[in-house]
Protein backbone atom coordinates (compact mmCIF):
# COMPACT_ATOMS: atom_id res chain seq x y z
CA UNK A 1 0.00 0.00 0.00
CA UNK A 2 0.88 3.53 -0.70
CA UNK A 3 1.98 5.80 1.76
CA UNK A 4 -1.09 7.38 3.70
CA UNK A 5 -1.18 10.96 3.81
CA UNK A 6 -3.59 13.01 6.64
CA UNK A 7 -5.68 14.24 4.35
CA UNK A 8 -6.19 14.27 0.11
CA UNK A 9 -8.18 16.73 -1.54
CA UNK A 10 -9.20 16.51 -4.66
CA UNK A 11 -9.99 19.31 -6.49
CA UNK A 12 -7.83 22.36 -7.29
CA UNK A 13 -10.21 25.36 -7.26
CA UNK A 14 -10.84 27.79 -4.86
CA UNK A 15 -12.23 25.61 -2.62
CA UNK A 16 -9.91 22.60 -2.40
CA UNK A 17 -7.39 25.69 -2.05
CA UNK A 18 -8.83 27.49 0.74
CA UNK A 19 -9.15 24.15 2.67
CA UNK A 20 -5.36 22.99 1.74
CA UNK A 21 -3.62 25.98 2.98
CA UNK A 22 -5.21 25.97 6.16
CA UNK A 23 -4.80 22.24 6.44
CA UNK A 24 -0.94 22.65 5.87
CA UNK A 25 -0.75 25.57 8.21
CA UNK A 26 -1.31 23.20 11.07
CA UNK A 27 1.42 21.10 10.06
CA UNK A 28 -0.93 18.27 8.21
CA UNK A 29 0.67 15.75 5.56
CA UNK A 30 -1.84 16.86 2.97
CA UNK A 31 -1.99 15.86 -0.78
CA UNK A 32 -3.97 16.46 -4.03
CA UNK A 33 -5.41 14.97 -6.41
CA UNK A 34 -7.06 16.59 -9.48
CA UNK A 35 -7.47 16.25 -13.19
CA UNK A 36 -5.47 20.01 -13.77
CA UNK A 37 -3.08 21.83 -12.22
CA UNK A 38 -3.38 24.13 -9.33
CA UNK A 39 -1.58 26.60 -10.95
CA UNK A 40 -4.06 27.22 -14.08
CA UNK A 41 -5.80 30.17 -14.17
CA UNK A 42 -9.25 30.37 -13.11
CA UNK A 43 -11.76 31.64 -15.54
CA UNK A 44 -14.49 33.48 -13.63
CA UNK A 45 -14.58 36.61 -11.78
CA UNK A 46 -15.26 36.58 -7.71
CA UNK A 47 -16.73 39.59 -5.94
CA UNK A 48 -16.64 40.56 -2.50
CA UNK A 49 -18.35 42.77 -0.34
CA UNK A 50 -15.61 45.23 1.83
CA UNK A 51 -16.72 44.54 5.30
CA UNK A 52 -16.01 41.32 4.57
CA UNK A 53 -12.83 41.58 3.34
CA UNK A 54 -11.67 43.93 6.13
CA UNK A 55 -12.70 41.54 8.59
CA UNK A 56 -10.64 38.85 6.87
CA UNK A 57 -7.45 41.58 6.86
CA UNK A 58 -7.04 40.31 2.84
CA UNK A 59 -7.83 43.90 1.28
CA UNK A 60 -4.51 43.35 -0.64
CA UNK A 61 -5.68 40.69 -2.99
CA UNK A 62 -8.55 42.77 -4.49
CA UNK A 63 -7.82 44.22 -8.06
CA UNK A 64 -10.59 46.84 -7.39
CA UNK A 65 -12.84 48.34 -4.54
CA UNK A 66 -15.68 50.74 -5.28
CA UNK A 67 -17.24 52.94 -2.97
CA UNK A 68 -19.99 53.93 -5.41
CA UNK A 69 -21.83 51.14 -5.54
CA UNK A 70 -25.55 51.46 -6.52
CA UNK A 71 -28.89 49.27 -7.36
CA UNK A 72 -31.81 50.29 -9.86
CA UNK A 73 -34.86 48.24 -9.17
CA UNK A 74 -36.72 51.72 -10.63
CA UNK A 75 -35.04 54.74 -12.25
CA UNK A 76 -34.21 56.05 -8.93
CA UNK A 77 -30.95 54.29 -7.78
CA UNK A 78 -30.40 52.85 -4.94
CA UNK A 79 -26.85 53.71 -3.22
CA UNK A 80 -25.55 51.03 -1.17
CA UNK A 81 -23.22 53.10 1.31
CA UNK A 82 -20.38 50.32 1.33
CA UNK A 83 -17.46 49.07 -0.32
CA UNK A 84 -17.40 46.10 -2.59
CA UNK A 85 -14.51 44.26 -4.15
CA UNK A 86 -13.12 42.28 -7.17
CA UNK A 87 -10.68 39.40 -6.20
CA UNK A 88 -6.96 39.94 -8.01
CA UNK A 89 -7.35 35.97 -8.97
CA UNK A 90 -4.10 35.60 -8.81
CA UNK A 91 -3.39 36.98 -5.85
CA UNK A 92 -5.74 35.06 -4.70
CA UNK A 93 -4.58 31.69 -5.82
CA UNK A 94 -1.30 32.75 -4.41
CA UNK A 95 -2.58 33.69 -1.23
CA UNK A 96 -3.51 29.77 -0.79
CA UNK A 97 -0.80 28.35 -2.25
CA UNK A 98 2.09 30.20 -0.42
CA UNK A 99 1.74 28.17 2.40
CA UNK A 100 0.61 25.12 0.45
CA UNK A 101 3.87 25.30 -1.63
CA UNK A 102 6.07 26.02 1.78
CA UNK A 103 4.62 22.84 3.53
CA UNK A 104 5.75 21.02 0.28
CA UNK A 105 2.25 19.30 -0.35
CA UNK A 106 1.99 17.07 -3.57
CA UNK A 107 -0.44 17.42 -5.99
CA UNK A 108 -1.14 14.43 -8.44
CA UNK A 109 -2.67 15.03 -11.90
CA UNK A 110 -5.60 12.07 -12.47
CA UNK A 111 -9.18 11.88 -12.13
CA UNK A 112 -10.91 9.69 -9.46
CA UNK A 113 -12.66 6.93 -10.16
CA UNK A 114 -13.86 4.96 -7.05
CA UNK A 115 -12.95 5.01 -3.25
CA UNK A 116 -12.75 2.43 -0.91
CA UNK A 117 -13.18 2.78 3.02
CA UNK A 118 -11.56 1.20 5.97
CA UNK A 119 -11.89 1.55 9.67
CA UNK A 120 -8.60 3.76 9.56
CA UNK A 121 -8.22 5.05 6.19
CA UNK A 122 -9.69 5.75 2.80
CA UNK A 123 -8.03 4.97 -0.72
CA UNK A 124 -8.75 6.61 -3.92
CA UNK A 125 -7.69 4.87 -7.17
CA UNK A 126 -7.77 6.99 -9.95
CA UNK A 127 -8.84 6.24 -13.83
CA UNK A 128 -5.40 4.93 -14.96
CA UNK A 129 -5.58 2.51 -11.72
CA UNK A 130 -3.23 4.67 -9.24
CA UNK A 131 -4.01 4.05 -5.61
CA UNK A 132 -3.58 7.05 -3.23
CA UNK A 133 -4.63 6.87 0.14
CA UNK A 134 -5.27 8.84 3.53
CA UNK A 135 -6.78 9.02 7.07
CA UNK A 136 -9.69 11.19 5.52
CA UNK A 137 -10.83 12.52 2.03
CA UNK A 138 -12.09 16.27 1.42
CA UNK A 139 -13.41 16.00 -2.04
CA UNK A 140 -14.09 19.68 -3.43
CA UNK A 141 -14.56 19.67 -6.80
CA UNK A 142 -18.18 21.61 -6.90
CA UNK A 143 -21.49 21.10 -7.20
CA UNK A 144 -20.92 18.30 -9.59
CA UNK A 145 -18.93 15.81 -7.24
CA UNK A 146 -19.40 12.21 -7.57
CA UNK A 147 -18.12 10.86 -4.13
CA UNK A 148 -20.60 13.15 -1.67
CA UNK A 149 -23.75 11.52 -1.39
CA UNK A 150 -27.05 13.82 -0.49
CA UNK A 151 -30.72 13.58 -0.76
CA UNK A 152 -32.38 14.19 -4.46
CA UNK A 153 -33.90 16.87 -5.46
CA UNK A 154 -36.06 17.47 -8.57
CA UNK A 155 -36.33 21.27 -7.73
CA UNK A 156 -32.71 22.48 -8.00
CA UNK A 157 -32.90 26.36 -9.12
CA UNK A 158 -29.76 27.57 -11.06
CA UNK A 159 -27.92 30.66 -11.33
CA UNK A 160 -26.63 31.60 -14.75
CA UNK A 161 -24.66 34.45 -16.43
CA UNK A 162 -23.26 36.09 -19.19
CA UNK A 163 -20.88 38.24 -18.99
CA UNK A 164 -18.15 40.77 -20.94
CA UNK A 165 -15.04 42.44 -20.01
CA UNK A 166 -14.11 44.90 -22.53
CA UNK A 167 -13.90 48.16 -24.44
CA UNK A 168 -17.02 49.84 -25.38
CA UNK A 169 -17.76 52.73 -27.81
CA UNK A 170 -19.43 54.80 -24.94
CA UNK A 171 -18.86 54.24 -21.17
CA UNK A 172 -21.63 51.89 -20.24
CA UNK A 173 -21.38 53.32 -16.32
CA UNK A 174 -20.47 56.64 -14.44
CA UNK A 175 -16.47 56.23 -13.83
CA UNK A 176 -15.64 54.44 -10.66
CA UNK A 177 -19.40 52.94 -10.46
CA UNK A 178 -20.28 48.97 -9.70
CA UNK A 179 -23.83 48.69 -10.43
CA UNK A 180 -24.81 45.30 -8.17
CA UNK A 181 -28.07 44.78 -9.68
CA UNK A 182 -30.23 46.93 -12.18
CA UNK A 183 -33.13 45.01 -12.96
CA UNK A 184 -35.10 47.70 -14.95
CA UNK A 185 -36.78 46.37 -17.49
CA UNK A 186 -37.52 49.32 -19.72
CA UNK A 187 -34.22 48.47 -21.20
CA UNK A 188 -35.32 45.26 -22.68
CA UNK A 189 -37.93 44.00 -24.98
CA UNK A 190 -39.86 42.04 -22.42
CA UNK A 191 -42.44 42.67 -19.72
CA UNK A 192 -43.86 40.63 -17.47
CA UNK A 193 -46.99 39.49 -19.28
CA UNK A 194 -44.66 38.13 -22.43
CA UNK A 195 -41.82 36.86 -20.33
CA UNK A 196 -42.23 36.28 -16.23
CA UNK A 197 -38.03 35.68 -15.69
CA UNK A 198 -36.34 39.02 -14.94
CA UNK A 199 -32.60 39.10 -14.80
CA UNK A 200 -30.31 41.96 -13.88
CA UNK A 201 -27.36 43.29 -14.87
CA UNK A 202 -24.31 43.34 -12.88
CA UNK A 203 -21.73 46.06 -14.09
CA UNK A 204 -18.30 47.74 -13.00
CA UNK A 205 -15.76 50.05 -14.23
CA UNK A 206 -12.87 48.20 -14.14
CA UNK A 207 -10.70 51.69 -15.25
CA UNK A 208 -8.71 52.82 -18.51
CA UNK A 209 -11.73 52.56 -20.24
CA UNK A 210 -12.74 48.41 -19.59
CA UNK A 211 -15.78 47.74 -18.26
CA UNK A 212 -17.35 44.54 -16.60
CA UNK A 213 -21.07 43.67 -17.95
CA UNK A 214 -22.95 40.69 -16.42
CA UNK A 215 -26.75 39.96 -17.39
CA UNK A 216 -27.53 37.53 -14.41
CA UNK A 217 -30.92 35.54 -13.24
CA UNK A 218 -31.37 35.04 -9.65
CA UNK A 219 -32.27 31.60 -9.75
CA UNK A 220 -34.77 29.63 -11.33
CA UNK A 221 -35.77 25.69 -11.85
CA UNK A 222 -35.35 26.10 -15.49
CA UNK A 223 -32.31 27.84 -15.97
CA UNK A 224 -31.91 30.87 -17.97
CA UNK A 225 -30.23 30.18 -20.97
CA UNK A 226 -26.76 31.56 -22.24
CA UNK A 227 -28.15 33.06 -25.34
CA UNK A 228 -31.07 35.05 -23.52
CA UNK A 229 -28.72 36.34 -21.29
CA UNK A 230 -26.10 37.42 -24.30
CA UNK A 231 -29.20 38.82 -25.75
CA UNK A 232 -30.71 40.27 -23.23
CA UNK A 233 -27.42 42.48 -22.56
CA UNK A 234 -27.28 43.48 -25.83
CA UNK A 235 -30.16 45.13 -25.38
CA UNK A 236 -29.24 46.98 -22.68
CA UNK A 237 -26.89 48.33 -24.63
CA UNK A 238 -28.72 48.58 -28.03
CA UNK A 239 -30.95 51.31 -26.10
CA UNK A 240 -28.47 53.47 -24.95
CA UNK A 241 -26.70 53.50 -28.70
CA UNK A 242 -23.27 51.67 -27.26
CA UNK A 243 -21.63 49.19 -29.00
CA UNK A 244 -18.90 46.51 -28.08
CA UNK A 245 -15.28 47.24 -29.41
CA UNK A 246 -13.25 44.94 -27.96
CA UNK A 247 -14.16 41.69 -25.91
CA UNK A 248 -11.63 40.77 -23.48
CA UNK A 249 -13.21 37.89 -21.66
CA UNK A 250 -16.42 36.30 -22.29
CA UNK A 251 -17.57 34.87 -19.00
CA UNK A 252 -20.19 32.19 -18.55
CA UNK A 253 -22.05 30.99 -14.75
CA UNK A 254 -24.33 28.16 -14.05
CA UNK A 255 -24.04 26.80 -10.66
CA UNK A 256 -27.26 25.69 -8.12
CA UNK A 257 -28.43 27.83 -5.33
CA UNK A 258 -30.24 25.36 -3.45
CA UNK A 259 -28.33 21.81 -3.84
CA UNK A 260 -29.55 19.68 -0.35
CA UNK A 261 -26.99 19.82 1.94
CA UNK A 262 -24.88 16.37 2.45
CA UNK A 263 -25.22 13.61 4.26
CA UNK A 264 -23.48 14.36 7.23
CA UNK A 265 -22.61 10.72 7.83
CA UNK A 266 -20.52 10.01 5.06
CA UNK A 267 -16.55 8.87 5.26
CA UNK A 268 -15.99 11.35 2.43
CA UNK A 269 -15.96 15.29 3.69
CA UNK A 270 -16.94 17.95 1.35
CA UNK A 271 -15.77 21.53 0.80
CA UNK A 272 -17.06 24.85 -0.76
CA UNK A 273 -19.67 23.87 -3.76
CA UNK A 274 -19.56 20.04 -2.83
CA UNK A 275 -21.15 20.99 0.48
CA UNK A 276 -23.39 23.25 -0.17
CA UNK A 277 -21.85 26.09 0.90
CA UNK A 278 -23.11 28.45 -1.84
CA UNK A 279 -25.66 31.27 0.07
CA UNK A 280 -29.10 30.04 -1.54
CA UNK A 281 -30.21 33.58 -1.17
CA UNK A 282 -27.20 35.41 -3.11
CA UNK A 283 -24.92 32.76 -4.58
CA UNK A 284 -21.46 33.83 -2.52
CA UNK A 285 -19.05 31.81 -1.21
CA UNK A 286 -15.42 33.00 -1.41
CA UNK A 287 -16.09 35.13 1.87
CA UNK A 288 -17.84 32.24 3.84
CA UNK A 289 -15.05 29.39 2.38
CA UNK A 290 -12.25 31.59 4.28
CA UNK A 291 -14.08 31.85 7.55
CA UNK A 292 -15.07 28.25 7.50
CA UNK A 293 -11.82 26.75 6.35
CA UNK A 294 -10.50 27.30 9.86
CA UNK A 295 -12.75 26.07 11.60
CA UNK A 296 -13.30 22.79 9.43
CA UNK A 297 -9.23 22.51 9.61
CA UNK A 298 -9.26 22.81 12.85
CA UNK A 299 -11.16 20.21 14.01
CA UNK A 300 -9.49 17.73 11.36
CA UNK A 301 -6.55 18.15 12.94
CA UNK A 302 -7.17 18.08 16.36
CA UNK A 303 -9.34 14.99 15.67
CA UNK A 304 -6.03 13.20 13.79
CA UNK A 305 -4.09 13.51 16.64
CA UNK A 306 -6.30 11.71 18.66
CA UNK A 307 -4.63 7.82 18.61
CA UNK A 308 -6.85 4.89 17.64
CA UNK A 309 -9.73 7.55 16.45
CA UNK A 310 -11.27 5.74 13.71
CA UNK A 311 -11.64 8.03 9.99
CA UNK A 312 -15.72 7.37 10.65
CA UNK A 313 -14.82 9.51 13.60
CA UNK A 314 -12.81 12.04 12.56
CA UNK A 315 -15.28 12.56 9.29
CA UNK A 316 -18.55 12.81 11.77
CA UNK A 317 -16.69 15.34 13.53
CA UNK A 318 -15.23 16.91 10.88
CA UNK A 319 -19.02 17.49 9.19
CA UNK A 320 -20.32 18.93 12.55
CA UNK A 321 -17.99 21.32 12.68
CA UNK A 322 -18.80 22.13 9.07
CA UNK A 323 -22.63 22.58 9.27
CA UNK A 324 -23.39 23.25 13.09
CA UNK A 325 -27.04 23.05 14.20
CA UNK A 326 -27.16 27.35 13.57
CA UNK A 327 -25.85 27.05 10.23
CA UNK A 328 -27.81 24.24 8.92
CA UNK A 329 -30.98 26.54 10.42
CA UNK A 330 -29.79 29.48 8.74
CA UNK A 331 -29.18 27.66 5.41
CA UNK A 332 -32.76 26.79 5.47
CA UNK A 333 -33.98 29.81 5.85
CA UNK A 334 -32.04 31.38 3.02
CA UNK A 335 -33.33 28.53 1.16
CA UNK A 336 -36.95 29.73 2.10
CA UNK A 337 -35.95 33.15 0.78
CA UNK A 338 -35.11 31.79 -2.50
CA UNK A 339 -38.11 29.61 -2.81
CA UNK A 340 -40.15 33.48 -2.00
CA UNK A 341 -37.66 34.84 -4.66
CA UNK A 342 -38.30 32.80 -7.38
CA UNK A 343 -41.95 33.10 -6.72
CA UNK A 344 -42.23 36.86 -6.98
CA UNK A 345 -43.39 38.50 -9.97
CA UNK A 346 -41.86 41.59 -11.53
CA UNK A 347 -43.60 44.07 -9.39
CA UNK A 348 -43.03 42.15 -5.75
CA UNK A 349 -39.37 41.69 -6.78
CA UNK A 350 -38.51 45.39 -7.39
CA UNK A 351 -40.49 46.13 -4.07
CA UNK A 352 -38.76 43.83 -2.24
CA UNK A 353 -34.92 44.33 -2.86
CA UNK A 354 -36.21 48.37 -2.35
CA UNK A 355 -37.20 47.67 0.65
CA UNK A 356 -34.27 45.06 1.65
CA UNK A 357 -31.54 47.46 1.13
CA UNK A 358 -33.74 49.65 3.37
CA UNK A 359 -32.79 47.60 6.30
CA UNK A 360 -30.03 49.04 8.59
CA UNK A 361 -26.08 48.43 6.54
CA UNK A 362 -25.51 45.99 9.40
CA UNK A 363 -28.54 43.71 8.72
CA UNK A 364 -28.89 43.46 5.08
CA UNK A 365 -25.18 43.43 4.36
CA UNK A 366 -24.53 40.66 7.14
CA UNK A 367 -27.48 38.71 5.53
CA UNK A 368 -25.68 39.09 1.88
CA UNK A 369 -22.56 37.65 3.90
CA UNK A 370 -24.39 35.22 6.24
CA UNK A 371 -21.99 36.36 9.15
CA UNK A 372 -25.32 37.29 11.10
CA UNK A 373 -26.10 34.67 14.17
CA UNK A 374 -30.15 33.45 13.86
CA UNK A 375 -31.16 35.93 16.97
CA UNK A 376 -29.79 38.92 14.11
CA UNK A 377 -31.21 36.88 11.14
CA UNK A 378 -34.44 36.51 12.51
CA UNK A 379 -34.67 40.32 13.84
CA UNK A 380 -33.31 41.47 10.47
CA UNK A 381 -36.58 39.25 9.35
CA UNK A 382 -39.11 41.11 11.73
CA UNK A 383 -37.73 44.50 10.39
CA UNK A 384 -38.08 43.40 6.71
CA UNK A 385 -41.81 42.41 7.02
CA UNK A 386 -42.58 45.74 8.98
CA UNK A 387 -41.06 48.14 6.43
CA UNK A 388 -42.37 46.22 3.48
CA UNK A 389 -45.61 46.89 1.53
CA UNK A 390 -48.17 44.92 1.43
CA UNK A 391 -47.39 43.60 -2.19
CA UNK A 392 -44.46 42.12 -0.53
CA UNK A 393 -45.88 40.70 2.70
CA UNK A 394 -48.29 39.15 0.43
CA UNK A 395 -45.95 37.42 -1.41
CA UNK A 396 -44.31 35.91 1.74
CA UNK A 397 -47.22 35.03 3.22
CA UNK A 398 -48.36 32.80 0.45
CA UNK A 399 -46.77 29.02 0.94
CA UNK A 400 -46.24 26.67 -2.01
CA UNK A 401 -43.77 24.04 -3.28
CA UNK A 402 -40.71 23.74 -0.69
CA UNK A 403 -41.20 26.62 1.37
CA UNK A 404 -43.66 24.70 4.39
CA UNK A 405 -41.32 21.88 4.55
CA UNK A 406 -37.94 24.24 4.94
CA UNK A 407 -40.04 26.74 7.68
CA UNK A 408 -40.96 23.54 9.58
CA UNK A 409 -37.74 22.03 9.54
CA UNK A 410 -35.84 24.86 10.37
CA UNK A 411 -38.39 25.57 13.15
CA UNK A 412 -37.98 21.66 14.18
CA UNK A 413 -33.97 22.11 14.79
CA UNK A 414 -34.89 25.74 16.75
CA UNK A 415 -36.83 23.54 18.77
CA UNK A 416 -34.39 20.69 19.08
CA UNK A 417 -31.35 22.56 20.11
CA UNK A 418 -33.26 24.79 23.15
Known sequence: MNFIADVLIIGAGPAALAIASEL??????????????PEVPWENTYGIWGSEVDDLCISSLLSHRWSDCTSYFTDVPIPHKTDYGLFDKNLLKGHWLSSINSSKMVWHLGEAAYIEH?????????????IYSARLIIEATGHQSRFISRPTSETIAYQTAYGVIGRFSEPPLKAGQLVLMDYR????????????????????DLGEGVFFLEETSLAFSRPVSYSE??????????????????VKHEEFCLFPM???????????????????MVHPSTGYMIGTLMRRAPILAEAIANNLSI???????????????????????RHMIFQFGLEKLMRFSHSQLFYFFDSFFKLPLPQWSGFLANTLSMSQL?????RLWVISPWIVKWGLMRLKGKETELALKSIFIHVAKG
Open 24 to 37: CQRGLQVEGLASIS
Open 118 to 130: SQFYSSVTTTKGL
Open 185 to 204: QNNLNITESNNPVPTFLYAM
Open 229 to 246: LYSRLYQRLTKFNISILE
Open 258 to 276: NLPLPNLKQQVIAFGSAAS
Open 307 to 329: SNLSSTIVAERAWASLWSDELIE
Open 378 to 382: VGAMI
